[in-house]
């Protein structure tokens, strides 16, 4: 019992159980979302209203460019004002960015998808753009959370914006078609946005005046800079997957698809709250080698039954959804065997996160996002949204393959016990 006490008490596992809870409770919360979403909806509406959500956070995912790492990089140890310019700063770019890139997103998307013509009204381009910019804001204020060790807020968080989520096809006319999924999106991020600004303020005025100096803006832009490339192969192909479904299969074939991927992403989601955890820890001084091999185990003890009962109880989760949509479930068995890559990847990412400028830190997630979104097309054309499958599941595996001989031999090397410090010159090198 004293030893599953000191196991709680640990910042990592109880940072690591509240990230993980989050990712459990959200992807329930969003299962039920989506039951509903798919009873009340037309399978047609359902499909162009996920490949809106899908842009629009995809436009966030570019915009952010990597100040949410910098600030989990940055942060822990500040004082209260080096803190609060440090999250200024972050919050006003990623929202300029991320309204920029919405703009984009929505010219390009509205001109290369002939189902998202809706969005070409003011008023529903307007509604896209802010959706953008408020998960971008969301991702902020989580930033902030992991960088304290507080998993538990972004637990609330994601609770407020997925339980109103929730409720909110309830209350929105079926009748607004397309929009109907992104008007209850954005229902219950506003909700979420109001909750995260509430304890932000507060926590800040109690944040201790005196602590370590900033490091050099110019020294935390690099650092996001090159952590960008890995925050767009977290995402990117996810949210660029509906999309190209949608453009060659259509807006029912995209339900299908878009369904089988969500179930997916509650193991996937899960596995980055893992490394989001241990990353916080690698960051802090001590040795590297013990907080990987807790991040192995807590990704063991997650993700291993998530894995199985996906693949194992893959189709009758689909069949929730109704008839339709239960026929992806073999798509679903193909994403759940892919959970053991991801995670290995994640974890090794994790890592080269937290160390000295990596240029793998680079390579890898671009090389691996790159040849997902070059197969992509080709396989969906041959082999319909099964060929989506296949195509993660073979780059996820190479890229797990390399993760898994790498850090083999990094807590083989006795440098594994250095300082796990990145950056030269920073303060929280040891």
């Given at each position: 019992m004293a030893s599953l006490r000191e196991h709680l008490r640990d910042p990592l596992y109880a940072n690591g159980y509240a990230l993980v809870a989050n990712a459990g409770a959200s992807a329930l919360l969003g299962f039920l979302f989506w039951i509903v979403a798919a009873r009340r909806f037309a399978p047609e509406s359902l499909g162009v209203g996920a490949a809106v959500v899908s842009a629009a956070t995809l436009a966030a995912l570019v915009g952010k460019a990597g100040f949410d790492a910098a600030i989990i990089r940055y942060g822990p140890g500040l004082g209260r004002r080096e803190l609060e310019r440090l999250l200024a700063r972050a919050a006003a770019a990623t929202l300029l960015l991320t309204g920029l890139v919405a703009l984009v997103v929505l010219a390009l998307a509205v001109e290369g998808v002939e189902t998202l013509d809706a969005l070409r009204a003011p008023v529903a381009a307007l509604g896209f753009v802010l959706l953008a910019v408020g998960t971008g804001a969301a991702w902020v204020f989580d930033a902030y959370f992991v960088s304290?060790?507080?998993?538990?807020?972004?637990?609330?968080?994601?609770?407020?914006?997925?339980?109103?989520?929730?409720?909110?096809?309830?209350?929105?006319?079926?009748?607004?078609?397309?929009?109907?999924?992104?008007?209850?999106?954005?229902?219950?991020?506003?909700?979420?946005?109001?909750?995260?600004?509430?304890?932000?303020?507060?926590?800040?005025?109690?944040?201790?005046?005196?602590?370590?100096?900033?490091?050099?803006?110019?020294?935390?832009?690099?650092?996001?800079?090159?952590?960008?490339?890995?925050?767009?192969?977290?995402?990117?192909?996810?949210?660029?997957?509906?999309?190209?479904?949608?453009?060659?299969?259509?807006?029912?074939?995209?339900?299908?698809?878009?369904?089988?991927?969500?179930?997916?992403?509650?193991?996937?989601?899960?596995?980055?709250?893992?490394?989001?955890?241990?990353?916080?820890?690698?960051?802090?001084?001590?040795?590297?080698?013990?907080?990987?091999r807790k991040a192995f185990l807590l990704s063991l003890i997650v993700l291993g039954p998530m894995m199985v009962g996906l693949f194992a109880l893959g189709g009758t989760l689909l069949g929730v959804f109704g008839d339709h949509y239960a026929q992806g479930a073999e798509l679903l068995r193909i994403l759940a065997i892919s959970i053991a890559p991801v995670a290995i990847s994640n974890v090794y990412l994790s890592y080269l996160k937290a160390r000295r400028p990596a240029l793998e830190l680079t390579l890898l997630p671009a090389i691996t996002m790159a040849a997902l979104l070059a197969l992509t097309p080709f396989a969906l054309v041959r082999l319909g949204i099964l060929g989506v499958g296949f195509v993660w599941l073979g780059v996820q595996s190479l890229a797990g393959l390399y993760s898994a001989v790498r850090l083999v031999a990094i807590l083989r090397r006795s440098s594994v016990d250095e300082p796990r410090t990145a950056l030269r010159g920073h303060p929280h090198e040891g």
């Open positions: 304290e060790q507080a998993g538990v807020l972004v637990f609330a968080r994601n609770l407020a914006f997925n339980g109103l989520k929730l409720a909110a096809p309830f209350v929105v006319a079926a009748s607004l078609g397309d929009e109907a999924v992104p008007v209850a999106w954005g229902l219950g991020l506003a909700a979420s946005l109001a909750f995260a600004f509430a304890v932000t303020l507060p926590r800040l005025a109690r944040h201790p005046a005196q602590g370590l100096p900033a490091a050099p803006a110019r020294e935390m832009l690099g650092y996001a800079a090159r952590n960008y490339a890995l925050n767009l192969s977290e995402f990117l192909p996810g949210l660029v997957f509906p999309i190209l479904v949608l453009g060659a299969m259509g807006p029912a074939e995209n339900a299908r698809f878009y369904l089988a991927w969500t179930v997916a992403t509650v193991a996937f989601l899960a596995s980055k709250a893992i490394t989001q955890s241990s990353f916080a820890a690698l960051v802090r001084p001590g040795p590297a080698g013990p907080a990987l």
